[in-house]
């Protein structure tokens, strides 16, 4: 929607398109604001913009209107059409700068208010934090993994699945599920494979707010997966299922490790030991690294870089926990690299998934964090450092 002339501007209709939002109908409420603004001849005085993520994926879909500032919760089309008459039903308004009250959700607060007055018996909780993807299908393999791992786990553990991004529930509303279930300790334990910005940052700001806003509940914090014994033993599996041998000679065969990508120097450093580990483990000739994305080599440069140490067969290998964008986007890389070096054979091993020593990886950052030996607790204190120096601007993924 073009706007030439600002002059005649009142208002300012911020609509969230981030995935989450996207995938609970933002695009009709975009078009149904935007009708209704043509319909009443309001063009001059309401602009629109679609925005990335506000934060509020719980509150799907979004909408913020300025400058009063009032954040609605559309479901639909009644709302979004009544948001361009500023005539929106209370339930509907998650929050109101003007006002400098949060209006949506009592129910819940409540729920927490009832908690503490409850006299009866506490559980301890683990609440698991996925990263979240923007294929549903990765999500639910992470709540199904978990599911798996139930049996495993002490039956007194409450035991909830959140996600950072992308997914609901999110971490505020997982620990906030947590309380309401009866929990008086809550043990967060990640699903990471690296220790980076969102184990560094974004998981112990949540932490810390929840510290804050219930200072009667303990909560500790486990450690990302990091280099690890069992994560060889997968990796290794996952070759031998595309027809890797390790005891044969392998020659000209290659083996090109591929991570997410990643800024932060300790990930990288992690990644890097845990491909040289593996390249001893492994009997090919041809052992290399790359990323999908943020740095490099890229994935191009890596299969690159083994055709021209001889490479006539490539295996791919994802280090990624479950599914999600980047594992389609790996499949289409594939076609295209073999459409490129055509005398080259290349395949695609497996992502991590369901296998049973990633659930023992897990089973044993949750007893850490329990009996008080997590690195994560460090990671805590670490981040309270980083905010007492640098400030730190709090957004709930």
Known sequence: MTTWNLTPMQRHVLICNGATCMGA????????????????????????????????CKDKCVVIDYPKGTWYSVQQEKTARAIVHENVSYEN????????????????????????????????????????????????????????????MDPSLLVETCFLEFASPNIDDGIQRCIELGADEIHVIPIILLHAGHSKLHIPAEIEEARHQFPEIRFTYGQTIGIHDEIFTIL??????????????????AILLIARGSSDVDAKESFYQISSILAEQVNVPIFESAFMGVTTPTVGQGIARCVELGAKKIIMLPYFLFTGILMERMARMAQEFSASYASVEIVIADYFGYHPKLQNVLLERLQQAMDGTSTGMQDLENFRQYVKEYGYEHHHH
């Not at 933002?26 to 993520?53: F, G, M, P, W, Y």
């Not at 290794?236 to 065969?253: I, M, P, S, W, Y």
């Open 25 to 56: 109908g933002a695009e009709e409420v975009t078009q149904q604001i935007r009708d209704e603004i043509r319909i009443n001849k309001l063009d001059d005085v309401i602009h629109t913009s679609r925005t990335r993520c506000n934060g509020r």
């Open 236 to 253: 290794k599996e996952r070759l031998q299922e595309v027809g890797f041998d390790a005891n044969a000679t392998n020659e000209h065969t």
């Open 93 to 152: 308004i998650i929050y109101s700068m003007e006002q400098g009250v949060r209006l949506r959700g009592d129910s819940r607060i409540k729920g927490i208010d009832k908690y503490r007055q409850r006299k009866g018996k506490k559980h301890p909780a683990v609440l698991f934090v996925g990263h979240g993807s923007r294929l549903e299908a990765g999500n639910e393999e992470v709540r199904q993994f978990i599911e798996q791992m139930r049996s495993k």
